[in-house]
């Protein structure tokens, strides 16, 4: 019933009579409705190429966090630096992105009044600041500083700790940037310490403060690192590496700066960071410092019971501490002084200091002086532990004597009565080896600049000179340290200052000049001094190459001297053991260039010496061969330069060490060939006509890392020089008497090295160019078995299929050609040779493959275009040798001698057998 009376209405819709309204118009009949509508597509991820702003865990942006900072609720606060941890060791980059003004949000909670919020703001800045470049920092460093400095002012005590720690983290990351802002930060820490020595230990708010002591070291020992660390600020502002601009030639800039470019000046661009003259510490700041802080570290000295340090009654180890950061502190202001002393080229300053405080330190520090108190009560590092005391260095008595030395020594003068008790205690220290191995590397070098202004003093004051220039005691004290030096291990870092010590005040500086003057000891001394170097040197090795070659500049340029006479004498037996333990070879290559000078200043130069260098030249590079070979020279009676030194080079030990490097082998090399004759038996077919044998040994047994073809360029490289310098020799042209034997010896052994035999050749070819092809007939037999051996060598091997093994048959037969193109006279001896060895053979039947490799080196020597003009000088020779052949050889063979022989020489050969 529901359905049919639903169907009734739909019915009577299309005859139902529309309303009419008034003022509505009615649409025509025909009229055409033209309206439309329309939607839009809508993709949820259409924007999926854009990236989204970095953030934490909690999906907060860096600005989300920073908005967080000014909440009034703590926790809010807390929350959105831990946040900001989080997205920062997710996300790094986003703290340079954010730079600004993530430190002007971060530095404004510096002073908040929450500790938890603090604390997570220190941690925030720990992990920051590595990120953050100097460069980055230097336009906000002086903003956060002034925030810094409001914390150390604050009223509220924990304020100041949390403030200290702040700085510690900006020191440790920017010391440039710190160094420049001393002038406003270490006002406020001496404010810290005034109001800490006024007993302000009450607490302003809440919040845990750790008591006096650790307040007290605590702000002793920021104030020690940061005056220590300006006292280098001058230093670094005249260091050349400070250029502001940088060009290159490699990355061209966008102007042109210059038309030919600058490619030698290098600068780069960037802010400065070094210290101006409104940023240092001037004289006032520095006198306010000292008169401020000195009478509140004397106040702290007495409280800590100074008298227990010399007694062996238990100290605290608080006090320990604080006694060791005030004698530190002290040390470090006097220092201060004499730098602004030194910046304004007077001394008023630290005069005017001495007089003021030198019946005070007199009081309250030398009673108890020297200090000996070695026990502690309780445990030392537990008890620093319980304060909150991290990070400063542990106390030493040792360490501080040699501190209270150094500040006394300062304020000595002629009417003071306490030198005694200082040089007596300086003269036992340095005595007693236990104590200078418990002194710590600065407190070494302190006592050496305790010792060196007590030698000033001397020098320098004319009311405290002895009549020889130096008082006993300071005499004492040097020999003292002459007696340190020898008996100090070499790797000890002590030993190292001690040479630099010795170098400066013996040697290089203007109190080296003075001594030299006014102290008749001096010679002695030094003397003492230099003989101690060359064992210094053996011990180093290599295990400190910029002290190896620090010493071996002192020894080559004080030998020279006339103090260095004596180690001239022994020079020559340490320089064996150095080369011969191999510490040449582990050495850069300048430095085996000092080694080479040292042999220059050698009194004699004895045979084991030239030994030792002929095995280190083969590893040392062609250059440093040269160079050898040039001081030898020059110490010997060959050179035609003028030397000062007597000849300590003998002409036969120049001459053998020359040989050696000519042959490229010792004598041991050569007698092992000769025991591996056997497995050389595949060379013996040369032996009709030749009786020597080569073998491609090369260097390899020189422990270089060098390829084989790499040896052999190396070799010939080095054959090159040392025929070079046969020819500037003085008595060049009688140079073929002394090494005739030598020559025949090496020759005549079965099997030769193919390095020995190029060196040979080289070496004969200079040697009858020098003797203009006289007097050489006791060589004629050797040099044709040399040559013969050579060239039937080099004719088998050029068609190798290993690059390596052609180069080196080239090398070798140019040299062959070479000497036989000198006359007519070789290439005659030759001929001979090989008409005599044909002969022989003929008559005991001849071998086939003899006669074919006699006929092959004809036909090779003659195809050379150098040697035409000396066979037409023995045309008779060459046809007699060929007839010997006639009957030995095949057909071929001889038709293609017949037509060398018709197109070099005109020589018509018949080829019937």
């Not at 030094?526 to 190896?548: D, G």
């Not at 060895?837 to 003659?862: K, N, R």
Request: glycine residues 4%; proline residues 3%.
């Amino acid at each position: 019933m529901t359905k049919s009376r639903r169907k009734k209405k739909e019915k009577a819709k299309d005859f139902a009579k529309p309303k009419l309204k008034v003022g509505r118009k009615l649409p025509r009949a025909n009229e055409t409705d033209v309206s439309f509508t329309s939607q839009s597509v809508v993709l949820p991820r259409q924007l999926t190429g854009t990236q989204r702003e970095a953030s934490n865990f909690r999906k907060l942006t860096v600005q989300d966090l920073l908005s967080q900072l000014s909440h009034y609720s703590a926790t809010v606060r807390h929350d959105a630096l831990t946040g900001l941890r989080e997205l920062f060791r997710l996300h790094p980059t986003e703290v340079s992105k954010h730079l600004a003004s993530l430190l002007e949000r971060l530095c404004a909670i510096i002073c908040d009044s929450d500790v938890t919020v603090r604390h997570a703001l220190i941690s925030v800045f720990k992990d920051i600041f590595p990120h953050i470049d100097s460069s980055r920092m230097t336009p906000f460093f002086a903003v956060i500083v002034a925030h810094v400095t409001g914390g150390l002012s604050h009223i509220h005590r924990d304020i100041h700790v949390d403030a200290l720690q702040i700085l510690d983290s900006l020191r440790e990351n920017y010391p440039a940037l710190i160094t420049s802002s001393l002038s406003k930060i270490v006002p406020h820490l001496v404010g810290l310490l005034r109001q800490n020595a006024l007993g302000m230990e009450k607490q302003v708010c809440r919040g845990s403060v750790k008591g006096t002591t650790s307040n007290r070291v605590q702000i002793l020992g920021r104030l020690q690192a940061f005056l220590q660390l300006s006292l280098t600020t001058d230093d670094a502002d005249t260091s050349p590496s400070s250029k502001l601009v940088q060009f290159s030639s490699t990355t061209p800039t966008h102007i042109g700066l210059y038309k030919f470019g600058l490619p030698r000046q290098r600068f780069q661009m960037g802010m400065s960071t070094a210290c101006t003259e409104a940023d240092r510490l001037d004289v006032a700041c520095v006198r306010h410092i000292i008169t401020s802080v000195v009478p509140v570290l004397l106040e702290w000295w007495v409280e800590c019971e100074p008298s227990r340090l010399s007694f062996e009654s238990p100290i605290r180890p608080q006090g320990l501490m604080i006694m060791s950061l005030v004698l530190d502190l002290i040390q470090t202001l006097w220092k201060h002084a004499a730098q602004v002393d030194k910046r304004t080229d007077a001394s008023e300053l630290r005069t005017s200091l001495s007089s003021q405080y030198e019946r005070d330190f007199v009081k309250h520090f030398l009673p108890y002086f020297p200090f000996t108190a070695t026990k502690l009560s309780g445990g030392y590092k537990k008890g620093m532990e319980k304060l909150g005391i991290r990070g400063i260095k542990t106390a030493s008595v040792v360490d501080m004597n040699t501190t209270l030395c150094s500040i006394m020594v300062t304020l000595k003068h002629s009417n003071s009565v306490w030198v005694g008790q200082i040089t007596d205690y300086l003269l036992d220290l340095i005595s007693a080896e236990s104590q200078i191995h418990q002194m710590s590397p600065s407190a070494f070098k302190t006592l050496l600049a305790t010792i060196q202004q007590l030698l000033e003093d001397d020098l320098y004051n004319s009311d405290s000179v002895a009549e020889d220039g130096l008082t006993e005691t300071v005499i004492q004290l040097l020999s003292g340290l002459m007696s340190l030096f020898k008996a100090s291990h070499a790797l000890a870092s002590k030993k190292e200052c001690l040479f630099h010590f010795l170098l400066s005040v013996l040697v290089q500086s203007d109190l080296a000049d003075c001594l030299r003057v006014r102290w008749s000891g001096l010679s002695h001394l030094l003397s003492l001094w230099l003989t101690c170097l060359p064992p210094y040197l053996l011990a180093l090795q290599t295990y400190n190459i910029q002290l190896t070659e620090k010493v071996l500049t002192v020894i080559c340029g004080m030998s020279s001297l006339a103090l260095g006479h004596d180690i001239r004498k022994g020079m020559a037996q340490w320089l064996c053991e150095f080369i011969g333990q191999g510490i040449v070879t582990r050495l850069p290559s300048q430095i085996q260039r000092k080694v080479c000078e040292c042999i220059y200043y050698c009194a004699d130069v004895p045979k084991s010496l030239l030994q030792s260098l002929a095995s280190l030249c083969r590893t040392l590079t062609v250059s440093e061969v040269q160079y050898l070979i040039q001081i030898l020279l020059y110490r010997s009676s060959q050179s035609q330069i003028p030397s000062t030194l007597s000849f300590g080079v003998s002409d036969a030990g120049l001459l053998s060490f020359c040989f050696s490097l000519l042959i490229g082998c010792s004598q041991a090399d050569l007698n092992s060939f000769q025991d591996s004759h056997e497995q050389h038996g595949a060379s013996h077919k040369y032996t009709s006509l030749a009786p020597l044998i080569l073998v491609n040994e090369n260097a390899s047994k020189t422990g270089c890392d060098l390829t084989e073809e790499m040896q052999w360029h190396r070799h010939v490289s080095i054959v090159e020089v040392v025929v070079k310098t046969y020819s500037i020799m003085q008595n060049a042209t009688q140079l073929w008497i002394s090494y005739s034997k030598l020559f025949t010896e090496v020759v005549s052994l079965t099997i030769l090295p193919v390095t020995a035999a190029y060196g040979l050749l080289k070496a004969a070819t200079s040697w009858y160019s020098l003797s203009r092809n006289k007097q050489l007939e006791e060589i004629e037999t050797p040099v044709c078995n040399l040559a013969m051996a050579s060239l039937l060598w080099a004719d088998e091997r050029r068609q190798s299929s290993e690059e390596s093994i052609r180069a080196l048959s080239q090398d070798l037969h140019s040299a062959a050609i070479g000497l036989l193109s000198i006359g007519s006279g070789v290439l005659k001896s030759v001929l001979l040779h090989l008409q005599q060895a044909i002969q022989s053979a003929s008559s005991g039947g001849m071998s086939p493959s003899i006669a074919e490799f006699a006929a092959s080196l004809l036909i090779s020597l003659l195809r050379s275009f150098v040697l035409k003009e000396c066979f037409r000088q023995c045309v008779d020779v060459l046809a007699k040798t060929v007839s010997h052949l006639k009957g030995s050889v095949r057909v071929q063979t001889l038709q293609v001698l017949q037509y060398e022989c018709s197109a070099s020489l005109g020589l018509q050969v018949t080829a019937n057998r």
